[in-house]
């Protein structure tokens, strides 16, 4: 058993720093307001003592200014709060464009991680120091969190959907990966470690091992093995809209409405076809609702996102219409 | 220290007859519907759940000794941690104070003779036990594992335990809780007495009436919620489960919606205690009474409107995470008032340390730190580092352990005297009350700093830097639980050999106080006519017919 205490975990992460100024603050606010009330209920105990068991003492019935005082200064105090915890949310919200994509899916009880060059880990997460990393996260089963102390990251993986969150790691080292969310009997075993290593490390970590089948080769792979090609590429167009430059535009609905076709879209529109159909064609799409996992739609959104914009087709000319407004 | 201690008022024979010896009998009391005879049985079904949730606890910081998980395996930490949190939150801390503490004192505090609707009240209790056996057959007959949220599609479609039948037993305890707050209600709208005006009903009634207006509103959302989850599990309906087309987080907002304001439910009844604590121990008027009352109505209104900041990680709206984060903000600032007023009471008040104000104390030092550390969570920005870790775990059990608990020992002892005509021996209370306190921070505090090493909870097995911190916490919680066993031994010892209470043995003020220790079936001889503005201390008077010791 180790006899130091540790206060903070390991600073590794360009959020870090700034997450534990914030911490401290809130800390100091806690600390000087426990302990003035503790002062103050102490010091009015002793002061104001009963010494005689008959004592009456005086009237005081309340003052409007120290009401005001006392509601007024939390107040203020929360709006600094705020708009501080506010600027570090939407830092760790905003994903930079350079960041390299890592897809990571719980499944209980283990993580699966695929950079996009096609390496495939599990439950380590081999990254290089100081480069963006956007981990794209969903799940096969229940809910996960994927939770790295050091970076103080946290964000959940939930089956169905796909959340994002990003990380740079600043200190070579290893660290803690843990499952943060309750998923059942080994919850506290799906747990595993991230690397950080030097940028010409890292490649060297890359380039060792077999060559690994990059998602966008799988998904190309699985757009002809799954049929998808013959309603949905190039100049086939009947059946099924075209999916070049589809990924980030807005795409009107059949019975109205329109929707935003980013990966939750890409991924519903592969698994529940009839959900969301696009307006002008028929709900006659089959279901791939368990004939997929969650890695194969990952690597068929990899691949459609892959597409060049074409012209000469309805859906992808408007499509790219609307990107370029 | 040179302190006059005052000695409670004591007589030398019990009124002849009370609600305790109206009648005999096992029947006597399963048939009651006086209001005090419904609270006792509350309070010894809740203190039979406290002691099996706490039995639960011990099990759970044992194993958590050591990193490995050696005393137990995953499957069976998991249930226990599962069955504590369910029978504590769901049979021990939501009835705790109102359904003992305020089914006794509403209608006397009010100078009604019973509830306003007593077979209903006895329905209620009928409820939680019919509830609470259910719900405890599920834990003993195979267990449950899903954690006492529920959470989906855990619940429904992978969990392989007693999933059904706990929901159903929390789905009928529900019932008991709405029917409470619903007799609450009706009994502080039409029973006041002559003379009790709104602005003069004591705090604990304020904030029973906010309790109970958050328990009619909220408790109906969770029963349908695991109503829902019950129905997934058992005919594969698609409410929450992607796989049938439904939305896990769905779950998690209705789970919310109620549970958020749950803690209000928890907490604000205590905080009517403290209220009276506060003044009758430093004989003062409360400071700014108007603003305590109006600010358990904020909070229950305001509890309403932060529910999804349990929800920062799941992948909620950015916009969405910053109205959630704001509102949660709010909900500080009149919990914030009642602190800052409690403490104004004592200034220039004639301070007396007895056990209730010794519980008071702590529960304000204890739900001040609550309090603040809730602001970290509202936080998002640090809150997305903290939760689902130790953090939050400290961090509610200052509010629901530290706050509630302190608030209803402390106002069982102010009580105890009143309930059972005798008074509890001073100085184990004392003991008791101080080691309460210290054995809840050693226990808690250390799990803040685990929390932000990033220890997640619900972790049977952990990694070895954690180890001197939860070793800490559980030698913390080894004298806590000393605390909490001492007073079953001197609060039973005194029912039979402590000495006899005089109706206002303290003395306070309060109509409650004005008719015999313990009162008559029919609670006064006479309907009592209020005339005083509330907490009328500086005109205090001692009764007449009290024997001085």
Redesign the interface.
């Known amino acids: 058993m180790r006899s130091d205490i540790p206060l903070f975990p390991p600073n590794a992460s360009t959020m870090a720093v700034h997450v534990d100024h914030f911490y401290l603050f809130m800390w100091a606010v806690t600390f000087v307001f426990s302990i003035g009330i503790a002062v103050a209920l102490v010091y009015f105990a002793v002061a104001y003592r009963r010494r005689h068991r008959d004592e009456r003492p005086g009237e005081i019935h309340g003052s409007l200014l120290l009401e005001l005082v006392w509601s007024i200064i939390p107040l203020l105090l929360t709006v600094v709060m705020f708009v501080w915890s506010t600027w570090l949310f939407f830092a760790q919200a905003r994903v930079p464009d350079d960041a390299i994509r890592v897809n990571v899916v719980g499944k209980r009880w283990m993580w699966k991680l695929q950079h996009m060059t096609g390496h495939r880990e599990i439950n380590e997460l081999h990254v290089p120091v100081g480069k963006p990393v956007h981990l794209v996260l969903t799940s096969e089963d229940v809910i996960h969190s994927f939770f790295v102390p050091a970076f103080r990251m946290k964000k959940d993986a939930v089956p169905g959907r796909y959340n994002e969150t990003w990380f740079t790691a600043t200190q070579p080292g290893r660290y803690h990966l843990f499952c943060a969310e309750y998923c059942g009997t080994e919850h506290s075993r799906m747990i595993g470690s991230v690397h950080v290593m030097e940028s010409a490390e890292f490649q060297q970590w890359l380039a060792g091992g077999p060559a690994p089948v990059s998602p966008v080769a799988l998904g190309r792979k699985l757009f002809t093995e799954r049929m998808c090609v013959t309603c949905h590429y190039g100049d086939s167009g009947a059946r099924g809209p075209a999916l070049n430059g589809l990924p980030g535009s807005k795409v009107a609905l059949l019975g109205g409405g329109s929707a935003v076709a980013d990966d939750t879209y890409l991924r519903e529109s592969i698994l529940t076809p009839a959900a969301k159909v696009v307006a002008g064609y028929q709900p006659v799409m089959p279901t791939y609702a368990g004939q997929l996992g969650e890695e194969d739609v990952a690597a068929l959104i990899a691949f459609i996102k892959s597409l060049p914009p074409l012209a000469g087709d309805a859906a992808s000319r408007k499509a790219s219409d609307l990107r370029s407004n | ?6 000695t409670p008022i004591t007589q030398e024979r019990m009124p002849k007859e009370h609600y305790l010896n109206a009648d005999y009998g096992v029947r006597s009391w399963l048939l009651t519907i006086d209001h005090k005879r419904i609270a006792i049985l509350y309070l010894v079904s809740i203190s039979i759940m406290f002691a099996l949730g706490g039995i639960y606890a011990t099990a759970i910081r044992l194993e958590l000794l050591t990193p490995a ?1 050696d005393l137990f395996t ?2 069976n930490y ?1 249930k226990m941690f599962t069955a504590h949190g369910v029978i504590m939150v769901f049979f021990f801390l939501i009835p705790a104070v109102p359904a003992t503490l305020g089914n006794f004192l509403i209608p006397l505090m009010l100078g009604a003779k019973d509830l306003a609707f007593p077979r209903i009240n006895l329905l209620s209790w009928y409820l939680y036990i019919v509830g609470g056996l259910i719900t405890l057959a599920a834990l003993f007959l195979g267990g449950l ?1 899903t ?1 006492w949220t529920f ?1 989906t ?2 619940s429904t ?3 392989n335990s007693n999933v059904i039948l706990a929901g159903l037993g929390i789905f009928v305890a529900g019932f008991s809780s709405i029917l409470t707050g619903f007799n609450f209600i009706v009994t502080i709208h039409k029973m006041r007495a002559p003379g009790m005006t709104w602005f003069r009903m004591p705090l604990f009634v304020w904030a029973h009436y906010a309790t109970s207006l958050i328990q009619i509103l909220g408790t109906p959302v969770v029963a349908v919620t695991i109503l829902l989850v019950a129905v997934e599990r058992a005919f594969d309906f698609g409410f929450f489960d ?2 049938r ?1 439904g ?3 769905l779950f998690q907002h209705l789970f919310w919606f109620y549970s958020h304001p749950a803690v209000y439910i928890m907490i604000l009844p205590s905080m009517g205690v403290i209220s009276e604590l506060v003044t009758c121990f ?4 409360v ?3 108007s ?1 305590i009352a109006m600010s358990s109505l904020a909070i229950a209104v305001i509890s309403f409107l932060v529910w999804a900041h349990h929800m920062f ?3 909620l709206s ?1 916009y969405a ?2 109205i959630f ?2 509102l949660s ?2 909900v ?2 009149p919990s ?2 009642k ?3 409690w ?2 009471t ?8 007895q056990t209730p104000m010794l519980y008071a ?1 702590g529960f ?2 204890l739900f ?2 609550g309090g ?2 809730g ?2 969570l ?8 903290v ?3 130790y953090f939050i775990v400290a961090h509610f059990h200052y509010v629901m352990v530290g706050g509630v608990i302190m608030g209803y020992l402390g106002g069982l002892h102010f009580w105890w005297p009143k309930i059972t005509g005798r008074l509890y021996p001073e100085w184990w209370a004392r003991v008791s009350a101080v080691l309460v306190f210290v054995g809840f921070n050693l226990t808690f505090f250390p799990q803040f ?1 685990l929390g ?3 220890m ?10 954690f ?3 939860n ?1 800490l916490s559980s030698a913390g919680a080894s004298v806590l639980a000393v605390g909490y066993v001492i007073p079953l031994f001197y609060l039973g010892w005194s029912m039979r050999y402590g000495k006899i209470a005089a109706p206002n043995p303290w003395p306070a003020t309060g109509l409650e106080w004005q008719t015999p220790s313990p009162p008559p079936t029919e609670n006064f001889p006479v309907t009592p006519e209020v005339t005083e503005e509330v907490y009328d ?2 005109n ?1 008077r001692l009764p007449k017919e009290t024997v001085l010791v």
Do not use: C
């Not at chain 2, 430093?282 to 008027?285: A, D």
């Not at chain 2, 509202?378 to 580092?385: F, K, R, T």
């Open positions: 220290m040179a302190t006059t201690v005052t998980g995953s499957e998991n594992d954690g959470y599609p855990y479609a992978f969990s992607p796989a087309g939305d896990p987080i430093s004989r003062k008027k400071f700014g009474y603003f990680v799941t992948g950015v995470a910053m984060s704001a903000f709010l500080a600032i914030a008032i602190v800052f007023n403490t104004a004592l200034f220039r008040g004639s301070v007396s340390w104390f304000i030092g001040t730190i603040l550390t602001l970290f509202a936080s998002v920005g640090l809150d997305i580092h939760t689902d870790t700093i932000y090493l990033g997640p909870r619900r972790y049977h097995y952990y990694v070895e830097e180890q001197v911190l070793v201390y500086p205090l």
